[in-house]
């Protein structure tokens, strides 16, 4: 099949797709990019340079260009990923630099928020004007069809926490710090007989430039650090920079938050940093934002979530909310699965970290395909899990040092089965659509195959795509380009409603015997590389077998996939005398297989290259 074809047949899948979910809320395709690295083409990337040495992104830089080819990929969110004015080194007239001390990196972390109720002036062409640039940016995405999500980080601050904008919200003010807890202090004080030797707090940073390990609002009192650190005298593997918030629990005491207020609590009724944190949420929905990127919500307790959540869904019954959340966090304020309560708490979706750890752990940790299957099996978590193969906190797929040392191929098959095994939301990461692989050091974060957010960089691939705000690629390889195509095609494909609407079956317990279920080498038993499944929505019959090789340098020949009678009453063409199947992804094949040849041989694929995968549309054979 031509690519024009192919093409076409993916945007009639979508028109298909947008039809048959008439009614039905949309799946999110997320999009992240960070606005200090998105528009910023400076080629300069002076390791721990300034902003006037190495550039900046700017609103204005994600200009209509480059939105009009993000929702031609079929990105539906756009996580404006750093917007809050945050700690860092960088000097304005009406806002002094923070203490080198407090600061991770020269452009500081996007995670330790200075004004909740700003925005970051380096993102502005005309910094004393960015919260009007930032209004702009939000137009310019309506107009365009997204919806905005920004970061809501509600466990932690910047040290130097203090807002202009609404002074009298400021964190901390009016606080008892005479005591560790209190229930309406925003902050956890720390006390003569804490360890770290008592005051004045002691930074890990002296002897860094500039630094001398303390930080001069906290020489007569301290705080405990933002990962539950109670000590005077944190470690460098501390979240130093930041400083916990109080929800009205003692959580040295447990995880038992009952004795929280409910969620219909009158805001006069619950803890002060509930009520901040609910006017925060409201500033940002009645500006336009339309949903949030939860920090860390494990490490707030659950009863805030009810009541956050619903007086949010209030004033926008469709504001959406994800969750970063660990479960085997021991910071975690439940004894449940975390990811569990915070679904019931009113989050639409939940980080899938164990996923992406078993993908990952294929390449790098000696996991197999096969150590998917236990995830499946996790109810109505499985269908509403926000799936990623990349993040700002995660590696970078293409980088030579992880992932198999592969590169950019790696991503094919990661991303088809993450983006097509659940119903919920799918995230892609900028950077990752093009190969970006973090080569070198940056600044804060060394040599770690991440993008930086810590420091002014930009990325060295990705700004050939942004080919000097033109957004159209022009300066990538043909192997760039494939990718992001193939990216696109795969985003369009999987918004059927097999894929957004539809149930899953997994193929590889039945054919862990099966010889040509792409073995490898000596392996004994099978679903090593291959992974298989079936989706299927019932209201319309929809059907796909999608199959992937993990493998990155074998390809998978004389491959052939059981599916048993469960399968098949599970597609609902148990009668069928034969199926057909047509790849939507990446190929023209087209096969087909009677109904005894499915279950007993199997379904003979073609030639699976390495890091490859397959969605089979499945239809009765003519």
Avoid at 54 to 66: E, M, R, V
Avoid at 212 to 228: I, K, Q, S
Avoid at 372 to 388: A, I, M, Q, W
Avoid at 589 to 597: F, K
């Amino acid at each position: 099949m031509m690519t024009w074809q192919i093409l076409l047949s993916c945007v009639l899948l979508a028109l298909m797709s947008i039809h048959s979910r008439a009614g039905d809320k949309p799946r999110p395709v997320i999009y992240q990019l960070m606005v200090r690295t998105f528009g910023n083409t400076s080629e300069t990337r002076k390791v721990n340079g300034t902003m006037a040495q190495n550039g900046c992104g700017k609103f204005a830089h994600i200009n209509d260009a480059a939105l009009a080819s993000l929702k031609e990929m079929g990105i539906t969110h756009l996580w404006l990923t750093g917007v809050l004015e945050q700690a860092s080194g960088t000097a304005y007239p009406d806002r002094p630099a923070d203490d080198p001390d407090i600061l991770k990196g020269i452009a500081g972390s996007p995670y330790a928020i200075r004004d909740y109720f700003d925005v970051c002036p380096d993102y502005a062409m005309e910094p004393a004007k960015r919260m009007d640039e930032f209004k702009a940016l939000l137009r310019r995405c309506k107009q365009h069809g997204f919806k905005v999500i920004i970061d809501f980080v509600p466990n932690h601050v910047a040290r130097s926490y203090q807002s202009d904008v609404r002074p009298e919200l400021s964190f901390g003010e009016g606080d008892d710090r005479g005591v560790f807890f209190a229930r309406d202090n925003h902050f956890y004080y720390l006390q003569d007989g804490h360890p770290g030797g008592g005051p004045p707090l002691r930074l890990p940073t002296a002897g860094r430039p500039g630094c001398d390990g303390l930080f001069a609002p906290e020489t007569a009192f301290g705080r405990v650090t933002g990962n539950n650190v109670v000590s005077w005298k944190p470690s460098i593997h501390d979240w130093y920079e930041t400083v916990k918030l109080n929800y009205g629990h003692d959580f040295t005491t447990g995880r038992d938050t009952s004795h929280l207020p409910g969620p219909d609590a009158a805001p006069e009724d619950v803890p002060k940093t509930w009520r901040t944190m609910d006017e925060i949420l409201g500033y940002w929905q009645d500006m336009g934002v339309d949903g949030f990127r939860v920090d860390m919500a494990h490490m707030v307790p659950m009863e805030f979530w009810r009541w956050a959540v619903k007086r949010s869904r209030a004033r926008d019954a469709g504001v959406f909310f994800s969750a970063e959340a660990y479960d085997n966090d021991p910071s975690k304020l439940t004894d449940g699965h975390v990811l569990d309560e915070l679904l019931n708490c009113g989050f639409d979706a939940v980080y899938d970290d164990p996923s992406y750890d078993v993908l990952e752990g294929i390449y790098d940790d000696g996991k197999w395909a096969n150590d998917l299957d236990p995830l499946t099996f996790t109810g109505k978590r499985f269908h509403r899990s926000l799936r990623y193969a990349e993040n700002h906190d995660e590696v970078r797929l293409a980088s030579p040092h992880v992932w198999g040392g592969l590169g950019m191929k790696v991503g094919k098959p990661v991303s088809a089965v993450l983006f097509s095994m659940g119903r919920g939301p799918v995230m892609l990461y900028h950077g990752q659509e093009v190969g970006e692989p973090a080569l070198g050091e940056e600044g804060f974060g060394g040599d770690d195959s991440r993008t930086t957010i810590f420091d002014y960089w930009s990325m060295p691939e990705f700004t050939k795509w942004v080919n000097g705000g033109k957004f159209d690629g022009g300066r990538l390889s043909g192997e760039q380009k494939a990718l992001r195509e193939w990216y696109g095609k795969l985003i369009r494909a999987t918004q059927c409603r097999a894929f957004t609407a539809g149930e899953f079956y997994g193929l590889n317990h039945a054919n862990k015997d099966n010889p040509g279920f792409g073995r490898v080498g000596d392996d004994a038993s099978s679903g090593r590389w291959l992974y298989a499944f079936l989706r299927r929505d019932t209201k319309t019959g929809q059907a796909f077998l999608v199959a992937a090789n993990f493998h990155g340098t074998e390809t998978l020949r004389g491959v052939k996939i059981r599916i048993p009678n469960d399968a098949r009453m599970f597609v609902g063409r148990s009668g069928d005398p034969a199926w057909s199947f047509a790849d939507r992804l990446d190929t023209d094949w087209r096969g087909s297989a009677t109904r005894e040849t499915l279950e007993h041989a199997g379904l003979a694929l073609p030639d699976m290259p390495p890091c490859s995968a397959l969605l089979l549309e499945i239809d009765r054979a003519p």
